[in-house]
């Protein structure tokens, strides 16, 4: 697929969503996008098949995290804008990042994040490690660690604004743990891995948490 026909189609999905996508963050996210598809050849970054970048894969890696942006932000555009967070560098922790979303959409849509990425496996990481190049992106980095070895890492406990998570399934007992990382008032987003809705999330809405 050309990189414009690319680019029209996930503006054309993020407008179906009521979201609006200056040129600079429209370019970053197919960047990403494409990116994300060269590496899942070699990878399986995501279950998804993204060769010709079908609309559930748009909407599921790229829009949702864009809606999450703009629910943080406040604001009908949640580009540059982190006034809802606290500080001007609100920190964001995502836990198991795999393929990279929600968290570097999120971030492209919020630069002014200081974003961490968890990814246990060492070839994920590389794949994030050499997206943060690609993209640019700054106060971004990865840890190739599992969410229970930072938990046993006082300087991360009540150190983050944000905490993310993408999973078939979330268990309570996660986000008890989770809730380790957070500042008082923070937030937890969770988001739906895979495709379809055959399995049943063991927590129910709402799928933002504050602490």
Do not use: C
């Amino acid at each position: 697929m050309v990189v414009r026909e690319q680019k029209e189609r996930i503006l054309r999905r993020a407008r179906r969503a009521g979201l609006g996508v200056d040129e600079a963050l429209l370019e970053s996210l197919s960047a990403y996008f494409a990116l994300l598809g060269f590496w899942n050849s070699k990878v399986n970054l995501t279950a998804f098949d993204l060769t010709d970048a079908p609309d559930e894969a748009i909407d599921r890696l790229l829009v949702e995290p864009l809606l999450a942006a703009k629910h943080i932000a406040g604001t009908p555009h949640g580009h540059t804008h982190t006034h809802a967070l606290a500080g001007p560098h609100p920190r964001a922790l995502d836990i198991g990042t795999g393929g990279g979303s929600p968290a570097i959409p999120l971030k492209l849509a919020l630069p002014g994040l200081a974003l961490r990425m968890v990814e246990s496996k060492t070839r994920k990481s590389a794949f994030l490690r050499e997206a943060i190049r690609v993209l640019n992106l700054q106060q971004a980095e990865v840890e190739t660690a599992r969410a229970e070895d930072l938990l046993t890492r006082p300087e991360l406990h009540e150190s983050h604004d944000l905490v993310t998570v993408r999973a078939v399934r979330i268990e309570q007992s996660l986000l008890v743990k989770l809730q380790a990382f957070l500042k008082t008032g923070g937030r937890i987003l969770l988001f739906r891995s895979g495709s379809g809705s055959d399995t049943p999330p063991s927590v129910v809405p709402p799928l933002v948490y504050e602490a």
